[in-house]
């Protein structure tokens, strides 16, 4: 079980980073950034997975669904996802308000999360509200603000598992962030003392090139390094150094990620697609890192709406020649 959750929550990373903004102000729209075509309101998206197979045919059973609100620049201001297993029953929301819509500026976000694991334990639920401050002149956040608002009695801690009263809620946050040429600095304040450093830096055409984080003590535990093919994102390469973890991913000129890897489990991960669509169907290729050999093939059909965007992802295993789940997507236009 340990190791399944390992995989799912690399896999989550891998299709999570092309979605990962450096900046809170962003050179494209959120939509831009997922790939999605045309001037978007909504985006739902139900995930479907296959429980067994009756008559040859496949018994589909809901995993989770997304819903997502966007503005008429393309910036996200609602998000919200549910998943249901037999292991976990999650819930979460995010709001955002923005000082230039235009621009993806924030000012505000809300942050909401329930979970239950296993899904019959109590709720542990967290509420966490974020305010930023603005330098209207520069369009740049100067200073943040993440405090706890949970209405509850008790909760659970994710970590420990332990429930703890309601006298122990999560600390304030507060982080400043400085603006040096070719270098941010981002410091994180709990309790008036310093919780993390993080600096960001970038080479002479603005792209990010390095992130590291260090803790209270000063001590280096987290490195992102950004690797460039003209300006397009080559290579993603992440360690993290208490979970003694490094990640590798590799994209194509469209953004699209190729190659996966990560060093918790000895395979790793090739994507073959179909043609130049940045939608197109793909195969997913799971490969024994120590002698190369293919382990397992998926194969993922994308049926695409008359403007390009996605409407259907089917994956097959290609050894059983069974279908594993299917995703739906339902759009708003304005």
């Known amino acids: 079980m340990k190791n399944s959750y390992i995989v799912i929550l ?46 040859g045919k496949p018994i589909f059973e809901k ?21 249901t ?27 909401h999360s329930e979970t239950q694991y296993p899904p019959d334990k109590e709720k ?14 520069l369009n740049k ?16 801690d994710e970590y420990t598992n332990k429930r703890l009263s309601d006298l122990k809620r999560n600390p304030e946050i507060i982080k400043n962030f400085i603006y040096n040429p070719n270098e941010d600095r981002v410091s994180s304040y709990e309790r008036n003392s310093l919780k993390e450093l993080e600096v960001i830096k970038y080479d002479k055409k603005g792209r990010v090139l390095r992130t590291t984080k260090y803790d209270e003590n000063g001590n280096e535990n987290y490195e992102n390094y950004l690797y460039y093919n003209k300006d397009i994102i080559v290579r993603d390469s992440t360690i993290k150094k208490k979970d003694k973890e490094t990640t590798i991913i590799d994209f ?64 097959t295993n290609m050894d059983t020649k069974k279908i594993v789940e299917k995703t739906n997507f339902k759009y708003k236009y304005y």
């Open 10 to 55: 690399f896999i989550t990373l891998i299709f999570a980073c092309s979605e990962v903004k450096m900046d809170l102000i962003q050179p494209n729209n959120d939509l831009k950034e997922k790939g999605f075509i045309g001037k978007i309101n909504l985006i739902e998206v139900t995930n479907y997975e296959v429980v067994e197979y009756k008559f």
């Open 63 to 83: 995993r989770y669904s997304k819903k997502e609100i966007f503005n008429k620049s393309g910036y996200t201001t609602k998000y919200n996802f549910i998943y």
């Open 85 to 111: 297993s037999k292991y976990v029953n999650r819930l979460d929301s995010t709001s955002k308000t923005y000082h230039n819509p235009n621009l993806g500026l924030v000012s505000k976000i809300i942050e």
């Open 124 to 137: 542990s639920i967290l509420t966490l509200s974020q305010i930023f401050i603005i330098d209207s002149i």
């Open 141 to 156: 956040i100067t200073t943040s603000k993440t405090t706890d608002i949970t209405n509850r009695k008790f909760y659970y």
């Open 252 to 315: 194509d000129s469209l953004g699209r990620v190729v190659n996966a890897s990560s060093n918790k489990i000895p395979y790793d991960f090739k994507y073959q697609y179909d043609n130049n669509n940045i939608n197109s169907s793909f195969d997913i290729l799971k490969i024994s890192r120590e002698n190369s050999i293919t382990l397992k093939k998926e194969r993922v059909e994308v049926t695409l709406d008359s403007i390009g965007n996605i409407v259907e992802k089917v994956k």
